[in-house]
């Protein structure tokens, strides 16, 4: 018995090859599959060098993108005080990251909205129409940016990083350069998000002072605050609506 299942196996495996061994070429023949290879040659032009040194540098931009995006926009503020009100709450995972983050990136595009209707209406159709070079396509879509970032930024900050930069002191805002406005825009929306996670922090402070000292009399040391002060903090944030309150403040924040 062991024999023949034995055998049995042999000519299933040899039928098996046969019928790949017959299928192969003919599928190579219908679909040949790609061949990719990666190789350095010589330049045969100077233009040659020119196109591969901006294709490097496009790749690059494209990789840095994400962070440009996040310090020139609302993006910051927003995020550092949704991390300001997880840790009010007591909360360490719950949002997940992915939440807020996802939030974050809506509420965004929500604030930013007029800011690259402009740059669209004025920037990037008419240079998709060929109507605008780039370079010109470049200062009509920074613009409008350039306005958002000098409306948020404080002067105090602004004067800071143009002192440090070295330059002339500029005598109006289209004078700023933009490696001096984007870091002091940066600055003035941590310094404005610190402010917002220091306000959400005094209610829920006062809750755990309470519960603690509420213990402390009853004479529960062992018992740890946190587990008392939880439920009210969370219930305290869902009978002021608390997700209402923050969103509508961050927003009005803006303008």
Known sequence: MKISTLVWALGTLLLTGAIISLLLP???LAQPLPKVTIGIDKAQKPQDVAVTLEILFLLTILSLAPAFMILVTSFTRIIVVFHFLRQALGLQQ??????LIGLALFLTFFIMNPVFRQINDKALRPYTKGQISYDQAFKRGIEPLRTFMMKQTREKDLALF???SRTS???NASEVPTH?????FVVSELRIAFQIGFLLYIPFLVID???????????MLMLPPV???LPFKILLFVLVDGWYLVVGS??????
């Open 26 to 28: 003919t599928a190579g």
């Open 94 to 99: 719950m949002p997940p990251n992915q939440v």
């Open 162 to 164: 143009v002192s440090l």
């Open 169 to 171: 002191k500029p005598k």
């Open 180 to 184: 001096v406005l984007i870091p002091a």
């Open 209 to 219: 002072i309470i519960v603690a000292s509420v213990l402390m009399s009853m004479g």
């Open 227 to 229: 587990m008392i002060s």
């Open 250 to 255: 961050i927003i009005r924040s803006f303008a």
